[in-house]
């Protein structure tokens, strides 16, 4: 089992760094860097017979994904949409700083409505325990937030909350893009 991990191309959100609970499309730039990680993946697969994308179903997520199917040469039947690996939810704080947003304690968010980081954990976890018991190569489309909890599961790691990028790098995992 190899698992890609994919994080969607840039999106037209008007405010980079301000959580929005606007559900956009990506922006030029976003087509390009997702042409430019199918490329790469490409190289990297070769002719690899046993490949799916599973993806968020979030638009920007989908159409990083249908990208990467149309130069892989997936069929649509092989992207799935997983309502699982959406991102945490944080639309109680759309158009707050992603930065003093997260510099808050996990407790005082929770009371504020945002979906708790155990609870993101435990979805992504249902997701990473379906794809062991398959020994097919597959590419996950999905959110940035999404990187250090599916890496920390994938090394049978505690969850730890962080606003770090996460230097793990579990050979089960390829990040890229």
Do not use: W
């Not at 909350?161 to 230097?167: A, I, R």
């Amino acid at each position: 089992m190899q698992i890609y991990l994919v994080r969607h191309g840039e999106d037209l959100n008007p405010n980079p760094g301000y959580l929005s609970d606007k559900d956009v499309s990506l922006s030029e730039t976003g087509r390009q860097q997702a042409t430019d990680c199918a490329l790469k993946l490409k190289e990297i697969l070769g002719k690899e017979d046993q490949l799916q994308i599973i993806t968020s179903p979030r638009v920007r997520t989908t159409e990083t994904a249908s990208i990467l199917g149309k130069t892989l040469n997936i069929d649509s039947e092989n992207i799935q949409k997983d309502v699982r690996l959406k991102e945490r939810d944080c639309h109680s704080y759309a158009g707050q700083s992603v930065k003093e947003v997260f510099s808050t304690p996990e407790e005082d968010l929770i009371k504020g409505g945002m979906e708790s980081y155990d609870s993101l954990y435990n979805r992504l976890k249902s997701v990473y325990d379906k794809l062991t018991m398959s020994d097919q190569t597959t590419i996950i489309v999905t959110h940035s937030g999404n990187v250090q909890p599916l890496l920390q599961i994938s090394s049978h790691e505690v969850p730890q909350l962080s606003t770090e990028q996460s230097s793990l790098t579990p050979d089960s995992f390829m990040r890229l893009c």
